[in-house]
């Protein structure tokens, strides 16, 4: 019989830690082979997006930031927290334009994750832009600090081939970008 | 002048939360613009490894789990966390051939990234193992429930250009496997 991987019937859950936009619970998880895991944790944190923006002149419009918890200055795709129940096209299109200051004609999904599953509740979304009008109207959040850096299509391609790229999730995305705009062929 | 981007200050670091491998720590943090954010939440979990395997008839070994935080059966990349210390290549190869019984003559790093640099201190290194040999031996943790799926390079390429892996910063690995192989082209 071929073998059928099945989910754990949760028991018991606890919020053990909640500020903010974060908890975290610890749960009693029934596996279907009789075991018990008490506790595993799950980490409930927002949904969040980025954009991969390309300007008329083929630019890709990307933003440095410094990002605390890793220590580094990042150069990565605009983006950030979905609002609890905001759509997420909507939500990546306001923070595209908040940290930016470009609006996009054409706006696609590229596709969805789980960013961690199993440690992580949340989902993340990723788009292109393109047909992109420069408004300059930026409304940063208050404790962004956010430099706008616009990269010509081959020195893009280049840092992606030479994996220049760290930041989490925003590889593949940019890999999809690629391929969505006949950059890379398969 | 041109605007530069400059770290945070740590001005007090507590740990509200230490449980087996995870810690969560709320920091007092002193902008350059002279703003104080406290609490800043920073997520202490172990690096992990994946690695992208290919046989010699040019399938690719993955992995089916069910990955309970995002309740989903999860078709993924053998890997897994790195234990304090450790190679991030020992890992690696550590956890191929304990997940999947295969052992590889040719295993090179892709790339490695911040998984999610504003929330979590930690790294993931993704692996391209190729010259593979299956010994079967599988030595699976504890609570590891597994199925190897082996999925040949056009069913692969498919998957991946139609965007249907969904697990967190894996799509990127595969991209640049992909890539490495000759098997996307720029």
Redesign the interface.
Known sequence: ME?Q????LVQQSTI??S??W?K?K??V?L???G?T?N?????D?PDFCNVVMVTNQDEIVMV???????????LELPGGMIEPGEDPMVAAKREMEEETGYQANQFDL????????????NRAHFYLATQLTLTGKTAFD??E???LVLIKKQAF?DQL?Q?SF???????????AA?RLG????
């Open positions: 073998q991987i099945k989910p754990w053990v830690y500020q903010k974060m975290v610890e749960e998880c596996l279907p082979d075991q895991i506790p595993y944790f799950v980490i944190v440095q930031q410094y990002r605390h918890a890793a220590g580094i200055i990042s590229l596709y969805s994750i789980h960013p961690n599953p199993p440690l992580e509740n208050q404790y600090d956010i430099k391609l081939l994996n760290t930041h989490g999730a925003q590889v593949g995305a940019m890999f999809a391929i950059w890379l062929k398969s």
